[in-house]
C-alpha cells in the first residue's frame, strides 16, 4: 500500500493535462527560459518521490520537505511521498505526477541513455544535485547457508521492491555472480519493512538493499534478530558491476552503523535529486540552494544528509545539471 504524506490531487492533474496536450508551457512551474533570479513569486506545490517508508529516501524527503516550506514562508509547499524508488520515481517524474525524485546515480544514467529499465527510451530528465551515497546493504539468515552471492541459488532472497534502485542493482549482482534473478532464486519482491519482518521469522533467507546510513529499517533488523543475520560480501562482484556502470565503486560500513564486529566492505553507488528537463529555473534554483543551506538541520534528524556537500554537488555525469541548479551552486560557491 502506497502511503503519500499529502496528496495535491490538483497539482497532478495540472501536470498531466500539460503533458498530455504537449504544452508543457501551461505547467505552473514550468520553465520560461528568462532569467534567473531564484525567486518564487507565487504559490507553488512541490511533491517529492522518496522511497520505502523504513528508508533513507522517506526520511530525508520528509526532511527536505519541512526545511523547503519553511525556508521559503510557506510560497513553496513541499510533500513528500511514499514510492517504490528510483526506476518509478523517474517515471511519475516525467509523468508530471512528482517535481522531484531521489535516484540513484545508475538508475539515472540509464534513463537519460535510454537503457536497463528505460530500454530504448531515453528520459527528459535533468539533475538538481547529486547527494550523499548509498551503501549496498546484502544481509543473511546465518541458518540459510549463504556466504555469498553465489550461495542464493534456490534461496528465497527480498531483491527489493519492484521499480526500484535496489531491484536493479540485486538482479546486476546475481548476474554478475552467474544467477539468473527470474529462474535461480525465489525472488521476493518486497518493499523493506516486508523484507526485514520476513527475515526475522524465516520466510525470507537473504535481503539486498541499498540506502543511506543508517537505514532504519537495516537498524530495527540488527536490534531485533542480531544473532539471526549476518552482512554477506557483495566486492567480489564488484569488477563486473563497474562494467555495468562507472558508478559502481567499493566503500565501507562503518561497524558503528550497526554495532557490528567490524568494518564491511560493500560496493557504494551515489545518489541524486533529480527534475524534469523543464522545470522552472527559479524553483530548481530556490530548493537547491534550501538543500545545502539547510543541510546542517537536515543532518541532525537524518544521518545520511552529512553526505550532502557542495564539494561533489555538480558530480551528476551523465546526467545535466539543471541550470537553476547551476545557477544556485554557483552563488553557495561564489567568495563571501
Do not use: H
Request: with cysteine.
Amino acid at each position: 500500500m502506497k502511503r503519500t504524506v499529502t496528496v495535491f490531487a490538483t497539482l497532478v492533474l495540472t501536470a498531466t493535462a500539460a503533458g498530455a496536450c504537449g504544452g508543457r508551457q501551461d505547467s505552473p512551474t514550468a520553465d520560461s527560459g528568462g532569467k534567473i533570479t531564484c525567486e518564487v513569486g507565487t504559490e507553488t506545490r512541490v511533491s517529492i518521490a522518496t522511497g520505502n517508508s523504513t528508508g533513507v529516501y522517506f526520511s530525508l524527503g520528509n526532511a527536505f520537505a519541512e526545511q523547503v516550506s519553511a525556508a521559503t514562508g510557506g510560497t513553496v509547499k513541499a510533500t513528500a511521498a511514499e514510492t517504490g524508488a528510483s526506476v518509478q520515481n523517474i517515471q511519475q517524474l516525467v509523468a508530471g505526477s512528482y517535481q522531484v525524485a531521489f535516484s540513484l546515480a545508475d538508475t539515472a544514467s540509464d534513463a537519460i541513455e535510454g537503457k536497463g529499465s528505460f530500454e530504448g527510451e531515453e528520459q527528459p530528465i535533468q539533475a538538481m544535485s547529486r547527494i550523499y551515497p548509498n551503501y549496498t546493504q546484502v544481509i543473511a539468515r546465518t541458518d540459510s547457508g549463504i556466504t555469498s552471492i553465489a550461495d542464493m541459488r534456490g534461496k528465497r532472497v527480498s531483491t527489493g521492491s519492484p521499480g526500484s534502485g535496489t531491484e536493479v542493482i540485486a538482479n546486476r549482482l546475481l548476474e554478475s555472480a552467474g544467477l539468473n534473478p527470474q529462474t535461480d532464486v525465489a525472488a521476493q519482491r518486497l518493499d523493506l519493512t516486508k523484507t526485514v519482518d520476513g527475515m526475522k521469522d524465516g520466510s525470507i533467507d537473504a535481503l539486498f538493499w541499498s540506502g543511506g546510513l543508517p537505514t532504519p529499517g537495516i537498524t530495527d533488523l540488527f536490534t531485533s534478530a542480531r544473532g539471526d543475520v549476518t552482512f554477506i560480501d557483495v566486492t567480489p562482484q564488484l569488477g563486473r558491476m563497474a562494467e555495468i556502470s562507472p558508478a559502481y565503486k567499493q566503500g565501507l560500513i562503518p561497524a558503528a552503523t550497526y554495532q557490528l564486529p567490524s568494518d564491511v566492505a560493500t560496493i557504494v553507488v551515489p545518489n541524486m535529486l533529480l527534475v524534469r528537463d523543464d522545470l522552472d529555473a527559479n524553483l530548481a534554483c530556490v530548493l537547491t540552494r534550501t538543500l545545502f543551506e539547510k543541510q546542517p538541520e537536515m543532518a541532525q534528524v537524518v544521518g545520511a544528509a552529512t553526505g550532502i556537500t557542495l564539494d561533489n554537488a555538480r558530480d551528476t555525469d551523465p546526467v545535466p545539471l539543471n541550470r537553476g541548479a547551476e545557477y544556485a551552486l554557483d552563488e553557495l560557491n561564489a567568495p563571501r
